[in-house]
């Protein structure tokens, strides 16, 4: 049977599904929830029972890099662990989590002043003052010599 996606249905990691079927297998049929999320029975069965021993690591990671929306690095999260909580967690292990449950920073460039364009337009207004006040001294120099 085909269903349609749903959008609040988690299209994340295999992990995240599990947990979702988990809590609704009591509403709906396995079956039906494996179908709508695309996981095998086996794929199930095999994640249901493990645990993840870095989950409760990446929800510290996580929390910490919402409060920055999303600015911070892994230096600075592992900053904000041992600030906030006291935590001290090598900066390895906060890469692989924020790898493998695809935490990226969002990158703020910064302005960076092109001096040779700003050059440039001091030079043409330079160029024309420089003209202008040559045609105002030539005009000048007429006028006096025609009176």
């Known amino acids: 049977m085909k269903y349609k996606k749903i959008p609040s249905l988690p299209q994340g990691k295999t992990r995240e599904k599990i947990i979702f079927i988990n809590m609704y297998k009591d509403k709906y049929k396995l079956i039906d929830l494996l179908d709508v999320l695309n996981i095998s029975k086996s794929n199930y069965y095999k994640y249901r029972n493990s645990s993840d021993n870095d989950y409760s690591d990446y929800l510290l990671i996580k929390e910490i890099f919402d409060e920055s929306k999303g600015t911070y690095g892994y230096r600075r999260i592992e900053e904000g ?13 906060i890469q692989h989590i924020m790898k493998k449950y ?3 920073p969002h990158i703020l460039e910064r302005l960076r002043i092109n001096h040779t364009r700003e ?5 043409k207004q330079i160029l024309l003052t420089q003209s202008l006040m040559q045609i105002v001294q030539i005009k000048f120099v007429q006028q006096t010599l025609h009176i």
């Open 102 to 104: 695809n935490i990226r």
């Open 81 to 93: 662990l041992l600030e906030k909580w006291g935590l001290i967690i090598n900066h390895k292990k």
């Open 119 to 123: 050059l440039k337009k001091m030079s």
